[in-house]
């Protein structure tokens, strides 16, 4: 068994330990002794996206995101579009999340077109909303929480087509009003947590590279892991966050 995964912007969309999201996936990967290649996907490059079988895109600041957009636009749109439209999982994180929707409208009112993936669109707001926060999602099946760090000045509304990761125990969210977090379409999720989120939420983690296998090989049953480190760092901050 082997994944593809691709890392989407890198060198301009990498903040708080985004990267350690690809670190997570891989690693969780081989651990079970599935191979694994992660490959960067710069700015410009032409690239078949849907011959990946994982991709992520993480946060920035607007002006990265301004030249994203652009090349979302112009270059990897439609390749983006076909990968999501054959179940390629795609994590989005905070400005990656933000162009995955109909737009982003800066504090100076100028509007970065987003690709429209995800039905969501946002709004630069006056505060930035951040710290630590904690979610319980049912995005497994069963309710758990997920935990991470979020720093965004954009508020992010839902359409119709999403679905929330998760409710807000502890935090902003998607635009700090409506106590919801995130968003899930199919296999897509998009998130305003970084920190990384899937080195302290292993079972996220494991939800992706499942709807990456059954996608590829069909019916899988991941092995099951030592999660014992993992999870006792992932309470002591829920602790912490909601005490
Ligand atoms: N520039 C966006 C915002 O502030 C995204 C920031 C980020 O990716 N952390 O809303």
Redesign the pocket.
Known sequence: MHLRIGHLYPEH?N??GDRGNVIALAKRAEWRSIGVMVESIGLNEEVDLSQYDLLFI?????RD?TLIAKDLKLVKGNSLLDAADGGVPLLA????Y?LLGKY?RLSTGEEVEGLGLLDIS?E?GAK?LIGNIVLETELTGEKQTVVGFE????RTFLGSEVKPLGKVLSGSGNNGEDGFEGSVQGNIIGT?I?GSLLPKNPKITDWLLTRALERKFGQVQLQELNDNLEESAHQVMVKRSLS
């Open positions: 969309l903040l708080y993480g946060g920035g600041q607007d995101q994180v905070c400005g990656g933000q982003y946002t630069a930035r720093n965004h000045s954009g305003y970084h």
